[in-house]
């Protein structure tokens, strides 16, 4: 999931991109109205979290555009409008939930799971190829049967992966849907997420390299190049690396 949060104060932009990113949720931060309505023009996300008042074309412009447009994005306004007259004004605009500041990041998380959950109308489908299956829903892969303990970030990609069915999937594409804009795109962390995931699936065929061009999930087995195939992508995040949040469980944020 790819999600776009419009906030005009850094301090909670970063903090809620941070705890989503945790969830294995890509974010991107606009904090105006122009940035926002640039990113969307270039970029595809699954959602859209705006805050009402920033500066530029304010949050209800930005979802009336988002309406306008066609899209089917879904917009969850955050906020700290709490009046009944804001939250009625707000989903008129189009929003499709709502929520007040100060709130539960986990709250969030969960909303946005939910409305993702029903812009496809059902609950996500288990997807099965070469013996993996994996269950977006649970966050859960099992290989043959044997269940896979994976990172985040490990997940995100083999869902990507696992979702084109066996389709080539380019560094690029990987980059852009499992982590974020600010990926730097001259580190090696496809390759290295691609060679733990190998790994942990026990079966090195498994994730094929189709050199130059990226990566796919072949049902033989096969010759592997992780070496054939220049990949961009940035290092993981750890606990010790900056950008990191706290456990989103923690506590409200204000």
Do not use: C
């Not at 096969?222 to 690396?241: A, L, N, R, Y």
């Amino acid at each position: 999931m790819r999600v776009l949060i419009v906030e005009d104060e850094p301090y909670l932009a970063e903090a809620v991109r941070d705890g989503l990113r945790l969830e294995a949720i890509a974010a991107d931060v606009a904090g105006d109205g122009d940035t926002a309505l640039e990113l969307l023009s270039v970029n595809s996300y699954d959602l859209a979290v705006l805050d009402r008042d920033i500066p530029g074309p304010s949050g209800d412009e930005v979802a009336r555009r988002i309406v306008a447009s066609g899209s089917g994005i879904p917009i969850l306004m955050l906020t700290a409008a709490d009046r009944i007259d804001d939250k009625v004004s707000g989903f008129e605009l189009g929003a499709d939930d709502y929520l007040t500041k100060p709130f539960e990041l986990r709250e969030l998380v969960v909303r946005l799971r939910a409305l993702d959950r029903r812009r496809a109308h059902v609950r996500p489908p288990v997807s099965e190829i070469a013996g993996l299956r994996l269950d977006p829903f649970r966050r859960e892969v099992f290989r043959d049967g044997r269940y896979v303990a994976l990172t985040r970030k490990q997940f995100a990609v083999l869902e990507v992966l696992v979702g084109a069915a066996g389709g080539v999937v380019s560094a690029e594409e990987l980059l852009e849907r499992a982590w974020d804009e600010n990926a730097d795109p001259f580190t090696n962390a496809v390759r290295i997420t691609v060679s733990a995931l190998r790994k942990r699936l026990g079966e090195p065929w498994l994730i094929a390299t189709v050199p130059g061009v990226g990566y796919r999930i072949d049902t033989r087995p096969g010759d592997v190049d992780e070496g054939s195939f220049p990949q961009p992508g940035v290092q993981e995040s750890s606990p010790h690396q900056p950008g990191v949040a706290a456990d989103p469980s923690a506590g409200p944020v204000t």
